[in-house]
Nanobody
Framework: QVQLVESGGGLVQAGGSLRLSCAAS????????MDWFRQAPGKEREFVGA????????YYADSVKGRFTISRDNAKNTVYLQMNSLKPEDTAVYYC???????????????WGQGTQVTVSS
């Protein structure tokens, strides 16, 4: 069992930065790849990026590549999403998820966090 709690969301101006954190409970955290997703109002949940269990490999959606960076600290049971050069279209609820599969292909989420709101003003 893994419980996930996101934090760090808020309101930021376009061009600004935010760092989201996802704290996990449970010993199994380091066994999972970790994904970030987002969902804007009226839209389907969208994959943002993923990091493998060791932190040695990452994978990003084209919409955020070069602007967002995922990292993890297994000693702290925490995964991070650094978001730079934010745009109004990045406004969404951001979710972290524990993924049992390899990154880079289909996602296989076992656990979801509750989400944190990110709002980017123009």
């Amino acid at each position: 069992q893994v419980q996930l709690v996101e934090s760090g969301g808020g309101l930021v101006q376009a061009g600004g930065s935010l760092r989201l954190s996802c704290a996990a409970s449970g010993r199994a955290f380091s066994l999972y790849a970790m994904d970030w997703f987002r969902q804007a109002p009226g839209k389907e949940r969208e994959f943002v990026g993923a990091i493998n269990w060791s932190g040695g490999s990452t994978y990003y959606a084209d919409s955020v590549k070069g602007r967002f960076t995922i990292s993890r600290d297994n000693a702290k049971n925490t995964v991070y999403l650094q978001m730079n050069s934010l745009k109004p279209e990045d406004t969404a609820v951001y979710y972290c998820a524990a993924d049992r599969g390899p990154i880079g292909g289909s996602t296989h989420v076992d656990y979801w966090g509750q989400g944190t709101q990110v709002t980017v003003s123009s």
